[in-house]
Each structure stands twice: as C-alpha cells, then as structure tokens.
C-alpha cells in the first residue's frame, strides 16, 4: 500500500509531514509517496537519516497559501503539492492521500479530480471528536454550507459506514446536532432530514437515535453526529477554542501563586492523561468522504505523531476498502 | 421599579426563585412580584422569614411543564405563571419580567402577548458568553431558526444597543460567527449579513469587525457575536457540554490517585477562581430583545444567586431604557 503525502501541509512543514511518514512507513509498514519540492523533501529525509524502504518523493514546485481561494488555487497552481498528490492517487499511483494543508484547497481539489462517487449529492469531512468514552465523527465539518435534508441524510449514511468499517462499531448510533432533542426542534433541514432518517431507521436500516444537542456532543451520546458543514464547523471550533482557554487559564491561575503550583505538580499526571484523552492528535485527521479516493484532512498545527496517525487512518480506510462500502451504501438516496 | 419574576421556573423551584427575588429584595432596592401559586409561595415566603417590604404575589394557578409544545401551551395555559407574569408586565403592573422556566414557552409568551417592537422582524435571545477578559453576548441562542440576512443585521443592532446600554461599552465590537474569517465563508446568510453590516460600518454606524469562527469565541474577540439562533444555540450549549465534560474528567483524574489528589486540593483556589470567571450564574440571564417589555430568561439549574442575578440585569436594563432604544434604534432597517 502507497500513500501519498503532501510534505509542505502543516504549519510547521516540512518537519512534521516527512517525519510523521518516516514513522509510519517504520510503524506501519506502508510505502509513502512524499509530494513537494524534491530538493526540500530530499534535505528533510537526509536530517533523518537510517531511512526505511519504502519512501518516495514526486516532485511538485508550487505551494498553495492559506489565504488563497480554494476552488481558483486548485485551477491555477497545476503542479501545486496538493494538486499533484491527488492526481497521484487518481492515476493509481497511490492508495489514499493524506494532507494538513489548506482545507479548502484539499477539498477543491479533491472534488475536482477525484470527483464525486455516483449518486453522491455532496462529500463531506468527517471529524473525529475525542470525549473520555471514545471518539465520535462529526459530519461534516465545513465541506458544505446550505445543506439540503438529502445532503444531511447521505452524510448520516456515509457517517454510518465510516464508523462501522473504520472504527469496527457495528450498529453505530447516528444523531442529528440540534438545537434541541424533540425532533419539532432544528431548522428546517434538519427537520426534513430527522423525518428521513426516521424512515430509513423504519426500515431496520439505521441505529437512528434522533436530535442531540451541542452540549450532549462531548457526552458520547452518539458515534456519528450529523450537521451541516457550516454548523459541524462552528461546533468543532467552538469545541476547541473552550479546551483551550480553559488549559491556558487554569495554567496561568495555577501559577499565580507557590502554593497551586506546587498543587498543579502534584496533579501534572492526572492534567496529562486529561490531555492525551482529548488529543486530536491520536484520531489523526478528517476523512473526506464520498470523493472517488480516500482522502484524510489533517490540522495544520499537526505534529509529527498526527502526521503519522493521519496515515495510519488513510491505511485502514483502505484496508476496509471503505471507498466500494461507499460506493454500494449510497446509491439508493434521493 | 417591579420586577415580576415566574416563581415556578427553575428546575429547583420555587427555592431558587423565591429566594433569588427576596435577595434581590434586599440588595439591589428593587419590588418583586412573584408569580405563581399563592398558597406555595406564601409557604416559601415564610420559610425564608425576616422578609423585607417590597414582596408581592401575583397568584397563578397553571405550570407549563418542560415537554410542552411553546405555543400551544402559551395559548391553552392562560393562567400559568409564565402568561400571568407576562400579563402583568403588558398591563404596566410591572416593569420587567425574569423566569428561570421553559425557554420557548416564555419566549412564546413575550411575543404573543408584548408583541414585537414596530419595525423589528424577530426578537431574538442574547446570551452572555462568558470569557477571561469579560462576557460577549451571543444573539441569538435559539429564539429563530431559518434566519434571514435583515434578521441578523437587527439581531446585531440590537445587541449593539444592549450592550452598550447595559454593559456600558462604547464602541461594542460586532461579529458574525461563521466558519473562517474570510467574508467569503459562511452560508447565504451570513454572506449577506455581512454585506449589510460592512455597509452599516462604513456609514460610521457600526464597529463591525466581521467574521469570527468557534475558537474565537471565548477569546473575547468581540463583545457581540451574531448568530442564527440554530447555530448559536448550538454553540452555546456545546461550549457549556465541553466545560462540564474538562471538569468532571478533570476531577476523576485527580481523585484517582492520593498524590493529584493532595496537588488537586493546593490547587483547588486556581480551580474556583476558573470556575467564577466562567460562571453563567454571574451573568444571570439572557436578555429576549425586540419585544416591548424587558424580559430576561435564565437557565432551569439556575441557583438563587443566578435568579438574584437575573434580576439584577433586568433592573439594569429597565434604568438604562433599554425598550426606548431598541425602539429608536431598529426602524430604520429593512
């Protein structure tokens, strides 16, 4: 198995994107396909040294910004790292492509090559939200804005088979994000989509347990969570900025004064396990899911263990064939 | 001044209501009028003892439980103290109304009975997010779903208003939540709100300082942060879920071993000062804004410190006249 990586995605590029590769090539035997400046990958990989087999570079010249519009930066940067890494898995050049690069661009890109599987209304990003009892996918988390109720209802049932494949849950429970849990509660498509997965659910098909609320998300009260692009995102965000400035404030209060400091010492260990348990890191990246290609979205604050992790995810999608689930899973809605 | 308070809100009632009122009573000078039933406030009343001038009761003899369907149970409960209490602030026989009970049935209730200010298309709820350097409030929280650009743009002049009114900010600063901060992100909406609020900041009106996403809510980059009542409220409640869930883990890890126990217990006055920065009980209650009558809602676990804070806002908002200028201020906007 090959998987393409874009070497100059995360903040902190290359670094963390040719290391997290090295280790997963050692960690999980897979090949990996570096894409970006061959010069800059070639120094990166010689910093390393005592290489694996199984490494590769393709040359690609152009880096596509963060403030670049998506959809005009695919069209015009043609041998950007990000485009030619995802021609690289259309070819069959590669099994799946991993990148923490400019999510839109990856998107963009993602859709205009790879494109759609058939009868896919929309793809979407699915993002592992960490809680104490396990992760659940929040679906989407930006692909889409103005999502219809059928958009809504393929992103449960591509949610649904992600999970079962990829995390081995056999009858996920999937939710609809609302605000409220009386199915009159949510927005109009949320309305329309509750009432579809009612049905799908009706007919045996779907473990569907209705509306949760933003504040049940990190309760693990469901394993796909279902939510336009726009709302996914806000929620996810909104999720993080708390994490972190409630660690940063504690921290500054903790060391306001001899006393707690020496308390937050002592309780270092229980922070840290606190910390690990919520760590994006471990869950590694965001699938993109109905795309003709298993493409995994990472942070772009990642590091080299997230680098790595992102790939070990990519390489499960593949081995659970995760695409032909898709593929035979959806064709049916309208 | 009177403030009528529904003395059969919280989900602990009538404790907190009651005593939050007589607290109130007594520290911030203003009268109450409870509303609810006579013969279970009186017994209230008398268990609390040593009660200072300025307590009155309103009896009501119909509670509007939590399933309850808003409207219906608005238009079929007429004697419940949610539509008695609203009564009395349209009769004139108070000045503002407070409840800790049912969101929508009170939000019902406003409307159908205080009616909408001229010009104003959707009231809309306004809650005080808290953050370390300070609250921003967050409008709207769940009041409108389905929201249109002209809503939004009265959803952020109308909390412009409030808080320079109320908070006593000069200049608030006014953003829209969205998924990134480019104006071109966010769904139609906020799209288009943002067209409209950027014209309004170039005629000198506004300090509109665009999009801000999820994370940036807690970093106080804004004192006003516009949102569909949808996404707002589910930003809200998953901020709320994400801060219960640090906590309660939080707490686990440390009394999981004897050693972060005792660094739990050094560092327990970091740990309260934390919890009373982000404290919602401090902030006492959402403001429903574009009815004619000031009227705050709080949540169901609310204590009697959050009822006393309630009441504390809604005679801030009463002394300010906040009503005359929502009512100078949303006109001229179609």
Known sequence: MKIAIDAIGSDARPVPDVQGAVDAVREYGVEVLLVGPEALIRRELDKIGNLPDGIHICNATQEIMMGEHPANAVREKKDSSIVVAVQQVKKGNADAFVSMGHTGANLAAAVLHLQRIQGVHRPALG?????????????????????????????????????????????????????????????????????????RAAKGGMNFVGNIEGKDVPAHLADVIVADGFVGNIALKTAEGIAKMLNELLRSEIQSNPISMLGGALAMPAFNKVKKILDYTEYGGAPLLGVNGVVIIGHGRSNAVAVKNAIRVAKRAVETNILETIRSGVTAVD
């Open 127 to 199: 993002a592992m939200f960490p809680t104490p009892k396990g992760p659940a996918l929040l679906i989407d988390v930006g692909a889409n804005t103005d999502c219809k109720p059928e958009w809504l209802e393929q992103f449960a049932i591509m949610g649904e088979l992600y999970v079962r494949a990829v995390l081995g849950i056999d009858r996920p429970r999937v939710a609809l994000l609302a605000n409220g849990e009386e199915e009159i509660k949510g927005n109009q498509a949320v309305q329309q989509a509750h009432a579809r997965l009612q049905a």
